[in-house]
């Protein structure tokens, strides 16, 4: 009896005890609901196509990376490491086009999304200097100056025959589109261009001169003076109204010396013009017709003639002061230095008389010739570097003593392309046009160092030079005074 009485007391616990046990197990089988993930980060940003790879800066949600010089930016590949389960858009392994901003968003589990801003900057090259080069097919050049490789070139509506002269980081050159053009000369980008209706060019084979924010070019019948900063015409000259002004212009002291090359009723002939105001101080027929360019040294003006020689005048008044071996061709311009005049002529017979003169510069006396058996040095103008003095005549670049007339040496790469170009001597190297490639040769051997092959020929374009510390080297077709 007692037995029972226990059973019936506890009955109802052992029962209340049982529906705890349930509720605990159903309890216990109910799933959790799982949190998905917010995380939304860029852990990585690479380009890995590129050699080498370039692995970007993550700051926050700013990306920041640097490619090596000459990288085309705008078709770069990028590979994106993201969070654990986040997505991207646009996606890893898209091309893009990184010359500008890239915004990237990526999107995490929950949906939640992260905007991250990608800037790529491409490194400046290494500055070895760059050579700057015009060609028929109708490009100037930007070529690095120790190794060939291309920096960049502008393309123009015509062939460039003219030679390109640099002064405070702008490249000047002229275009038979019949323009003069003024670019970065580190970029190419443009700055300015002429207006063919206002600066009247024919045939423009010649350096621009920049002196003093002025540029003066030679045009169909007027020669020009621009602003240099902005192309804007300063003044024009005229004297003739049928022939053009070919060569080059020099300036020295405020006044700016060039040639009509035609010959018109005595109009012809060597100019001296006001540099500011395009004012005439004289003009001096008697050298007939000149595609030589002027050079100025200590008093004297030299030039030479088509016909009559090679001649020397008073800077200040145009009197002629000497004159030698009337009769020679005389196209290339003469170069200065030390007390002696250099320049290329031929014979009017063209029998074999094709040499290089060394003149003493004061009295017009010979001091000796060098015979440039492989052809006339018609347009290539000398240059003289560290006692050598270079120029081509024919299919080859002689380099000569300048105090002997020696032969040092001669380089002859292409023997059936004239050089009708002047050389550039700038870091132990001399630069010069043959065919359709520019060359560097070592100044002391002869022996190449490297080509660089344009489009077309490169005609009578000379090669202008800036050292990697600035020093800018011209042809003596710039009226070349050393």
């Not at 920041?64 to 990288?71: E, F, H, I, K």
């Not at 250099?342 to 009295?363: E, P, R, W």
């Amino acid at each position: 009896m007692k037995a029972n009485f226990h059973l019936r007391t506890i009955m109802p616990y052992l029962f209340l005890i049982g529906l705890i046990s349930v509720w605990s197990c159903k309890e216990k089988a109910t799933p959790t609901p799982t949190t998905k993930s917010s995380a939304k980060f860029i852990t990585q940003f690479t380009f890995g196509t590129l050699t080498p790879a370039v692995e970007a800066s993550v700051s926050g949600t700013a990306i920041a990376a640097t490619v090596p010089a000459g990288t085309d930016i705008t078709k770069l590949v990028p590979t994106i490491t993201l969070s654990d389960k986040a997505t991207v858009s646009p996606a890893s392994g898209a091309v893009q086009d990184f010359s500008k901003s890239v915004t990237y968003t990526v999107t995490a589990e929950d949906g939640s999304t992260q905007a991250y801003t990608v800037n790529v900057t491409v490194a400046k090259p290494v500055n070895n200097g760059t050579v700057y080069i015009g060609s028929m097919d109708g490009n100037l050049y930007a070529v690095d100056a120790l190794t060939g490789v291309k920096k960049w070139q502008f393309a123009t509506g015509d062939a460039v025959l003219g030679t390109p002269t640099v002064v405070n980081g702008v490249v000047f050159f002229a275009s038979w589109d019949k323009k003069l053009y003024a670019l970065d000369a580190e970029t190419g980008a443009k700055k300015w261009e002429s207006n063919p209706a206002t600066v009247a060019l024919l045939q423009p084979f010649a350096a621009p001169m920049v002196s003093n924010g002025m540029l003066y070019y030679g045009g169909e019948h007027f020669l020009y003076a621009l602003d240099a900063a902005t192309g804007a015409k300063k003044w024009e000259f005229r004297n003739d109204e049928v022939y053009p002004w070919q060569a080059s212009p020099t300036v020295v002291n405020g006044i700016v010396y060039a040639s009509i090359r035609g010959s018109s009723g005595g109009k012809s002939g060597l100019h001296a013009l006001d540099a500011a105001t395009g004012t005439l101080k004289w003009h001096q027929p008697g050298i007939g017709i000149s595609e030589s360019s002027p050079a100025v040294a200590e008093g004297l003006l030299y030039a030479g003639s088509e016909f009559n020689g090679f001649m020397a005048f008073d800077a200040q008044t145009g009197s002629v002061k000497w004159t030698f071996a009337s009769g020679l061709i005389t196209n290339s311009s003469p170069t200065v230095a030390n007390g002696t005049v250099y320049v290329g002529a031929s014979a009017l017979t063209h029998t074999n008389n094709d040499k290089l003169y060394a003149i003493d510069a004061k009295t017009g006396v010979k001091k000796w010739e060098f015979n440039t058996l492989d052809g006339g040095p018609d347009y290539s103008s000398p240059i003289v570097a560290s006692g050598m003095v270079y120029i081509g005549a024919g299919s080859t670049l002689y380099a000569v003593d300048a105090a002997s007339g020696v032969k040092k040496w001669e380089a002859k790469p292409e023997a059936n392309n004239l050089i009708v170009s002047g050389p550039v001597v700038a870091m132990g190297l001399v630069y010069q046009g043959i065919g359709k490639k520019l060359y560097a040769f070592d100044a002391a051997t002869g022996a190449k160092k490297w080509e660089y092959e344009t489009g077309r020929a490169i005609s009578h374009s000379s090669p202008c030079v800036v050292s990697k510390d600035g020093t800018e080297y011209q042809a003596g077709i710039s009226g070349m005074v050393q």
